[in-house]
């Protein structure tokens, strides 16, 4: 079992820059892929970025390249969202999930977060 706890989010000006934090429970962080995701209202729910187990292997949404950053911190059981250069379109509930078996795009992810508001303002 993971817990998931996600942090940073907030109310930002466009072309302003958040970090999001996902603190996760457990002794083998290190096993499971990582991904953020977003949900707007109305929208489907889409795979922001990901990361693999050590964070050798990152994946971002064409929608999101160049400015948002994945990344981890195992000694922490932490993954995080960089995210810069925000438009009002970035505007969702993110959440950070975790997959025991795999990463990235196609896998199966197991355990959720609550979720952490992120509102761009123009």
């Known amino acids: 079992q993971v817990q998931l706890v996600e942090s940073g989010g907030g109310l930002v000006q466009a072309g302003g820059s958040l970090r999001l934090s996902c603190a996760a429970s457990g002794r083998i962080f290190s096993t499971y892929g990582m991904g953020w995701f977003r949900q707007a209202p109305g929208k489907e729910r889409e795979l922001v970025a990901a990361i693999s187990g050590y964070g050798s292997s990152t994946y971002h949404a064409d929608s999101v390249k160049g400015r948002f950053t994945i990344s981890r911190d195992n000694a922490k059981n932490t993954v995080y969202l960089q995210m810069s250069s925000l438009k009002p379109e970035d505007t969702a509930n993110y959440y950070c999930?975790?997959?025991?078996?795999?990463?990235?795009?196609?896998?199966?992810?197991?355990?959720w977060g609550q979720g952490t508001q992120v509102t761009v303002s123009s």
């Open positions: 999930a975790a997959s025991p078996a795999a990463w990235g795009r196609y896998a199966e992810y197991a355990y």
